[in-house]
């Protein structure tokens, strides 16, 4: 066999068994990773249910306050 062939093979497994070896790393390290965000997920969570509850108290207010008549406050007095 031609030694090129042979180095060029050789190059081409290595880089399978590198990559094989990268997605062990990833497949054994992921599961840690999801494990870890979900207490900043809840967080979040609790954080978008707090701001969901003020935009429901916001527009209950804005509603209320279209059912109250404009008041007008005239100034009769001039200025100096």
């Known amino acids: 066999m031609d030694p090129a062939i042979t180095q060029g093979m050789a190059g081409v ?12 790393i990833l497949w054994i390290l992921v599961p840690f990773a999801i ?3 979900k207490p900043l997920l809840r967080r979040l969570i609790g954080h978008m249910e707090t701001i969901e ?3 429901a108290d916001v527009l209950v207010a804005l509603r ?4 109250v008549p404009p008041v007008v406050v005239r100034d009769d ?3 100096l």
């Open 64 to 67: 209320d306050l279209r059912h």
């Open 13 to 24: 497994s290595l880089a399978i068994v590198l990559f094989g070896m990268l997605l062990a």
């Open 35 to 37: 494990f870890g965000i």
């Open 77 to 79: 007095h001039p200025m």
């Open 53 to 55: 509850k003020q935009n």
